[in-house]
Nanobody, 113 residues
Framework: QVQLAESGGGSVQPGGSLRLSCVAS????????MGWYRQVPGKQRELVAG???????NYADSVKGRFTISRDNAKKTLYLQMDSLKPDDTAVYFC???????WGQGIQVTVSS
């Protein structure tokens, strides 16, 4: 079965950094586009960063210049480097392949003074 396990979250001050990891035991990981999503209570889950199988990336306007998505196909792992964090980045973050409907448990990121 498909399993996704996010890690690396936590609590940081504004301007700080975190690196999220997602071990994705999905079939044919290297051939699939992957994305990081986030959700806050009462709001729709949104895509914040994506990466294609060929390494082409895209970002939500709110995180451009601050977040970097990458992947390690040998480890079947997706990463999200988050710099210059803002309180508005506070959310539960999830990883997911674009084509598959499976979600992990998510990981909390809290940015506050």
């Amino acid at each position: 079965q498909v399993q996704l396990a996010e890690s690396g979250g936590g609590s940081v001050q504004p301007g700080g950094s975190l690196r999220l990891s997602c071990v994705a035991s999905v079939i044919m990981f290297s051939s699939k586009a992957m994305g990081w999503y986030r959700q806050v209570p009462g709001k729709q889950r949104e895509l914040v960063a994506g990466i294609s199988s060929g390494g082409v990336t895209n970002y939500a306007d709110s995180v451009k210049g601050r977040f970097t998505i990458s992947r390690d196909n040998a480890k079947k792992t997706l990463y999200l480097q988050m710099d210059s964090l803002k309180p508005d980045d506070t959310a539960v973050y999830f990883c997911k392949s674009y084509a598959d409907p499976y979600w992990g448990q998510g990981i909390q990121v809290t940015v506050s003074s």
